[in-house]
């Protein structure tokens, strides 16, 4: 802890994409302050300015320019770390620092699906952090945990869900996905492949997006998760849009609705978590627009800072039963915000 | 017709998007000679060189430049008329040709639901054409008549479909297009809305998708069109993309299939007019790309010269049947190529 | 004046996309107050959420959305008015507010070459404000007033020249620009004139280029502008960017100067009117960035609130003396911005 | 040399963007047949179809699908070679396939300044190619030799040039590139760095552009190149457009010309070498286009083929005597097309 009474925190991935966007968004932070910058590539042992190609508009905090980048291993000097290193390496580090005592707070894929991991939102599934003491036991780990926030496009996704989820239950839910180019890190696609064009395919996406909301709408129940019961079809397609993932669903509901009480209760939703005043929940979750051709990346995905769904276009299905759109920001509420989100839960209930 | 035995063509709104393609994919074509050309905007009296900001990457053709736009009245020195004409005009304006005795074959949307116009597809409806002596009768026309194209996005759609309607049965069909900018026409969507973003509307096009379908796979029995009974769901959306609209599919069929008898059923597919060898008309109306991140825009809509339908990533679906994409050239296979192999078909048949 | 101190202004031209950056921009402003929105467009009479389709990516601020929109005549109730009505109807309009009395404070380019009006960059000349009383005289206007600022380019241009103006000297300044999409309004430049594309014709840009900076480095002597005597080529382009002009420049000099005293007069520059604390103005005019490929519009546009000149690349030219790249925030100084910065001057010298 | 009397080729590079460029241009060329592929990465061993992720928008051709890839390596089997080598690795390549008896006719950039390497355009120094038996002597090379193409924006520079150097001398030249992506080759530039953007930076590009064209213009006397000795300025950018380098410049003349003499001169330019007849040869290199906002990258960059220089807004500078604008398809003229111009000309003179 800081003498300011602050988290400290160590970033693994800090070079890449989504790095940067903790960098950013956790500059200044009520609860967190950056301590530690680690990155699995060749940047360690350089002072985080030059080893970092630092991508995003806001110039770089000057409190982390001279911070030295280090190897992610679990020498770390700090309270907890959050990670978003490439999953070809997440997997094995993110367990060695859990086991060395650090919570890991990972937007990673890998641990995503483990069966006692948390899946994260905390909008949605709050009380799925009840796992880590059973994930502790069952591991041998300490102080040390992981959780997990879901895939980018996921989480736009089931916050769009979550009231309808609540309302009149889900049977299935088909999803087509336009989703921005920051979502496959840098150097990430390569010009020449989106000028002009959009690529019809995204590896792994559409496995993670049929999978995944499973085990976040999934009850906790004796010590175990119980996935969700509905149906998911991905179709997912990258765009040339910088930031922001859009994404056209239609769902089946398991009790009947009239598109005025679908629009309610999208409108109505409130987080179940609003009263612990978590520094970075949006003070709506899910924003709905009203237009006829919204949202749109460009002009919607810095909406409550980025952190909230942002929810339109809702009609009636002719073969399902509504049809409507959301978009998140990939990189905050689709990555590092949302692993913050996480930490600052886990902070406000006694985790960290 | 002409001394070289071709028929003499006008085309209406040839200042336009599509009207540029009908003057560029007419050039040389060996069945029909540009001999009048027509716009209703200010552009009549000029040559064409000087009323029309040409945009394609080919040049104008020379024998078009000093050819003076004429009003689109039904005055012109031609043996049949294309239109490519805005709906807000194209309705009368058509009717009048068609009145005053031309055959009007129309890439405009007015009349494309009448009772007695067929909506053409030569690979799937040929003989639609066949309603065209009662819709002379009940309207009383007499040489003229009007045949129309459905509109850019349907006709990929509907021949990626043909081969599965044909082979299995179809019951429902859930499409989401990104569509782009040049179906818009010109000057059409700002760039300022456009850059680094997607827009998720565009007017009255999920309806078109919905509805037209129908009538092209419907039967006409006694006189009439009965539409085909599946249903339709669309989700349409415009991308930064200069030509080609792709389509992100799911289908349930009426009987069973296999993943490999989906995929051998579009390899198969091969048009029931390919015996007439209609000019334009693609050597397979079909092309499937194996590639599993295919077909994209910008790579795939020049196969067969623009005039197919790109099939790829045929994958099982969770919630229907089967999901796959498909791609086609809105301004060429998705207008001004439909509307010239109508043309070719109907010549074929003794209807010009 | 609003009861809490404010000046209230009136924004013509209100709709359109600077007259959006105006909104945005003045909403928490300390000095001013947005009383009243005008438009010349159909949108009068309407609220301005509905007048308006707002652009931006920050949210329509609250405040203004019920305001009625109202026609650009002199019968608005505020204390000053900005301008940024199209040049086809500012010229009479502007003159019209100035003879009721109300300063106007113009981004329109009607009025920029008159010879009692001041074309201002306060940090450049800051005493052309002089000519005022001048302009009244002449003009028999009362209280009201006519100040303008320069084309959207040539802000930029010209806060990057004015250190080597000052202590070097100019003798010639080729510049070729790369402009921003947003500079053409809305809705501007079709989308499909620059999908894949440059365009490399911009209207009446160059000639303003070449001609307003000379007044603006010159020198106001005996109630008249004395204009500079350098000589300026500019090639202008428009280029697939929402926003910032990036400007190629290369200059002759009239002293000799190192590299180094190049770039040291850059870094060393500072507003001469930095103790007025204007609340616009940006803490440096000029922002060196020291990058090898910096500056560049999506990372750097907003450096210093999109108020700063960004220069970049100082290298010596084999033809002229250095070659260097400035880059501005086209709608921000290039644009509202500046009229609002030249308000602040205005108002702390008393003129408001 | 094939049945067929053609010379089989080899392409070395020929997986990369421009090698995919050599493929496609040589697939049907009358004297030319590929026999052999190689390439420096991974990729020997397998079928081209399998070693080459086609990014053209042409389908691969048929015929080379199955050639298996090669390394690099002087026991090709074939009567020239080809090379668009990455640089790194090409100059010592290429010194061995010369030394082994290969006539090269390189794209690469590591031999262009050799003082006995031909930096050949047909149309402007065909005489240069008279220094290889110079250059065969020197290197003690037996029937293999090195002739390089320019630099892809250097050699549409050069033909623009080309005419008014001709009649009226060059003293300076200033020029801005706005360089399309493919000039990075593939994945070359990042998405996320082009998307919204301009990169104004370009390694090497500037040195390249100020230094090539002096040793294209100069002459060839007592065995040695002596170079032309005008100045040349530029200043390099990245944009987002797929192919097509724009470029903007200024040029200060030898003697005095009137702007109609200017266009004249561009309009009469004929190629020197036309007699001969080359199969790539455009039939005129230089294209002047009268439209006030042309060149412009998508809508001329395939004019005569894209192996032509498109000209256009002549006016006059007013620091140095005449700006104008000048388009080249960098992949094509400015690479594998200038590369197969260049093997035409060896030819025709009875090099190969």
Redesign the interface.
């Known amino acids: 802890m800081t003498s300011s009474g602050k988290l400290k925190v160590g970033i693994l991935g800090a070079t890449g994409?989504v790095g940067q966007r903790f960098v950013q968004l956790l500059a200044d932070h009520p609860w967190f302050d950056i301590a530690e910058l680690a990155a699995s590539d060749r940047s360690a042992g350089q002072p985080y300015e030059r080893a970092c190609r630092w991508?995003?508009?806001?110039?770089m905090p000057a409190r982390v320019k001279s911070l030295i980048v280090k190897p992610p291993e679990p020498e770390l000097a700090c309270d907890l770390v959050f990670s978003s290193l490439p999953s070809s390496v997440a997997g094995e580090i993110e367990a060695a620092f859990a086991r060395a005592g650090y919570p890991v707070i990972s937007n990673s894929s890998n641990h995503r699906l483990d069966e006692d991991v948390p899946l994260l939102i905390p909008e949605i599934n709050a009380d799925h952090i009840e796992i880590i003491p059973v994930q502790q036991r069952r591991r041998g780990y300490d102080r040390g945990f992981l959780v997990t926030n879901p895939n980018c496009s996921t989480i736009a996704l089931a916050l769009a869900l979550a009231p309808l989820h609540q309302t009149f239950g889900l049977r299935?839910?088909?999803v087509?996905t336009?989703q921005a180019?920051?979502g496959a890190g840098?150097?990430?696609?390569?010009?020449?492949?989106?000028?002009?064009?959009?690529?019809?395919?995204i590896k792994n996406e559409e496995e993670k997006i049929?999978t995944e909301p499973l085990k976040i709408f999934g009850a906790l129940t004796d010590d175990r998760f119980v996935p969700a019961s509905f149906?998911?079809?991905a179709?997912c397609?990258r765009?040339?849009?910088?930031d922001g993932h859009?994404e056209?669903v239609?769902v089946k509901l398991e009790r009947p609705a009239t598109r005025e009480e679908i629009i309610e209760t999208f409108r109505q939703f409130t987080s179940p978590i609003e009263e612990l005043r978590l520094p970075s929940a949006p003070s709506r979750p899910v924003i709905l627009k009203e237009e006829?051709?919204?949202?749109?990346?460009?002009?919607?995905?810095?909406?409550a800072a980025g952190m909230a769904a942002v929810v339109?276009?809702v009609r009636a299905?002719?073969?399902?039963d509504y049809?409507f759109?959301v978009l998140g920001h990939n990189t905050i509420r689709g990555a590092a915000g949302a692993a913050i989100l996480n930490a600052e839960l886990l902070k406000a209930k006694g985790y960290l």
């Open positions: 994409t991508k995003l508009s806001t110039p299935a839910v088909m087509t336009m180019l920051s840098y150097p990430g696609v390569a010009s020449l492949d989106i000028v002009d064009n959009v690529i019809p395919y049929q149906q998911i079809s179709q397609h765009v040339n849009v910088s859009l056209a239609s006829e051709d919204r949202p749109q990346p460009r002009l919607d995905r810095e909406l339109g276009r299905c002719p073969i399902l049809k759109l």
